[in-house]
């Protein structure tokens, strides 16, 4: 059994999917073999690409390197900060995903190219992407 650091809480989450998450993040996937998952949230469903978290912070600070924003200095001390000091991503409070497409339940669709989502809001998940109408 895997351990799972506290303020993690594994009763509100599947420990599977943290172990997927873990396996993504030490071994991610080669260009075109994506781990397909399809979340549900109490207000919406989210189909994606699982990425490591250090993938998507990579896409953040290139962001806003475009965007001319110098994302060098030192967090505030807010708290906000989700990762560790040497670029770790620290405990598994949430979940990166790339090539998403996000259905609200009127069935409104928005896709975004990266999403990240907090574990804690997930009630259910599983492996593949949901045929979305529309999509």
């Given at each position: 059994m895997t351990a799972v650091e506290p303020g993690v809480a594994p009763k509100v989450t599947d420990n599977k999917l943290h172990l997927v998450i873990e396996a993504v993040e030490a071994n991610p996937p080669s260009p075109g073999r994506a781990v397909d998952v399809t979340l549900y949230l109490p207000s919406a469903s989210i189909t994606g690409s699982i990425e490591p978290c250090w993938f998507y912070d990579q896409k953040v600070l290139h962001y806003l390197q475009t965007v001319g924003i110098?994302?060098?200095h030192e967090p505030a001390g807010n708290g906000l900060d989700a990762g560790g000091s040497d670029g770790t991503c620290g405990s598994?409070?949430?979940v990166h995903l790339s090539n998403v497409v996000y259905r609200e339940i009127n069935g409104d669709l928005a896709r975004h190219d990266e999403l990240r989502v907090k574990?804690?809001?997930i009630t259910a998940w599983t492996f593949g992407r949901a045929e979305h109408k529309g999509a």
């Open positions: 110098d994302h060098r598994h409070q949430y574990l804690a809001d």
